[in-house]
């Protein structure tokens, strides 16, 4: 946008609703995390009728530590 319409990062970023930090530094995604989320988009295929705190049993089941919070 900034190269397109020929205007400054921050008059972009306000019209986009976005931080400058943000547009400066993309969020990375762990191999973890990636890897973790990957795996409940499959569970989730798989049984359908289930819903976020089936799917954590199903991943505590499997050894899967998915929230350090959790009992």
Known sequence: MVEQLAISERRACRYAGLSRTSYRQ???????????????????????????????????LEGRQVNHKSY
């Open 26 to 60: 993309p969020p990375r995604m762990i191999a973890a995390t990636a890897e973790l989320s990957t795996r409940i988009v499959e569970l989730a295929h798989e049984r359908r009728r289930f819903g976020y705190r089936r799917i954590h049993d199903l991943l505590a």
